[in-house]
């Protein structure tokens, strides 16, 4: 099973992306991840679509997208041809005897402590999607309340050739 990033721009507007995951959907393909937002034209939005399958799989997924009229273009990138982010928000209990391995974590991981008060503390983290993960995996010791990720963000690395 491989892992592929889908970059695709789509005109902005309702519906649209209730089409794209209908697609998906319909194919029985599965969406590991899914971020939208405006790009910076207010007409268009970019849909970054994590989804992993075989080759064929993912082929197919791309030329499916690449026929929706609302689409306007499709870049399918490997993990190592992109740079990827994930945000990430985690509410976790406290207590006098692990803040303090709370903090080197927050240290270690680059993770900031945003929020907190008597008993919770509230941190945010901006990294690979894998290092999310670790994180997460980490604070599983400690007492986990809430978590909420964006999804993947990926753009091409950038190149000698790059246009504008």
Do not use: W
Not at 23 to 32: E, W
Not at 68 to 82: E, H, M, P, S, Y
Not at 127 to 144: A, C
């Amino acid at each position: 099973m491989k892992k592929r990033i889908y970059s695709v721009l789509v005109e902005n507007r309702s519906g649209v992306l209730c089409k794209v995951a209908g697609l998906f959907s319909r194919r029985c393909f599965n969406i590991d991840s899914l971020a939208v937002g405006e790009t910076d034209d207010p007409a268009v939005s970019c849909m970054t679509i994590v989804s992993s399958g075989d080759e064929r799989t993912i082929e197919q997924i791309e030329k499916q997208l690449n026929k929706k009229l609302d689409v306007i273009k499709v870049r399918t990138f490997a993990q190592q041809q992109c740079i990827a982010r994930e945000l990430m928000l985690i509410k976790v209990k406290y207590n006098k005897n692990n803040r303090r391995e709370i903090v080197e974590l927050c240290d270690i991981m680059k993770a900031q402590i945003v929020d907190m008060s008597k008993h919770f503390m509230m941190i945010q983290i901006c990294d690979e999607p894998e290092r999310v993960k670790i994180f997460i995996k980490m604070l599983q010791s400690i007492s986990i309340v809430e978590v909420a990720r964006t999804g993947t963000l990926a753009l091409p690395k950038c190149g000698e050739n790059d246009e504008g």
